[in-house]
């Protein structure tokens, strides 16, 4: 059975960082496109960033330039760094796992930034 499990996210003031993680189980990682999406109160699931299995990653405009996704095939792992956080990145993070045509989601992951 595939688990996707999201951690990381938490209170952080405007500026601060921090670095989700998304631990895939079952032995499909290495193989998998991973990304990271988020949902804003009262607002449609976006796409914020996407890595291939071979390392290459890319994010979004909206985000480019304080987010990095990155993955560490050996810890079946796939991170979301984000810095210079602010109020509007509020939401709740998920991983997507998207494994041939099959597509697992962890459970989420709260980031709430606030002074």
């Known amino acids: 059975q595939i688990q996707v499990v999201e951690s990381g996210g938490g209170l952080v003031q405007p500026g601060g960082s921090l670095r989700l993680s998304c631990v895939v189980s079952?032995?499909?990682?290495?193989?998998?496109?991973m990304h990271w999406h988020r949902q804003a109160p009262g607002k449609q699931r976006v796409l914020l960033a996407t890595?291939?299995?071979?390392?290459?990653?890319n994010v979004v405009d909206s985000v480019k330039g304080r987010f990095i996704i990155s993955r560490d095939n050996a810890k079946s792992t796939v991170y979301l760094q984000m810095n210079n956080l602010k109020p509007e990145d509020t939401a709740i993070y998920y991983c997507?796992?998207?494994?041939?045509?099959?597509?697992?989601w962890g459970q989420g992951t709260q980031v709430t930034v606030s002074s």
């Open positions: 997507n796992v998207l494994f041939f045509a099959n597509n697992y």
């Open positions: 890595i291939g299995s071979g390392g290459k990653g």
């Open positions: 079952g032995d499909i990682f290495n193989a998998s496109v």
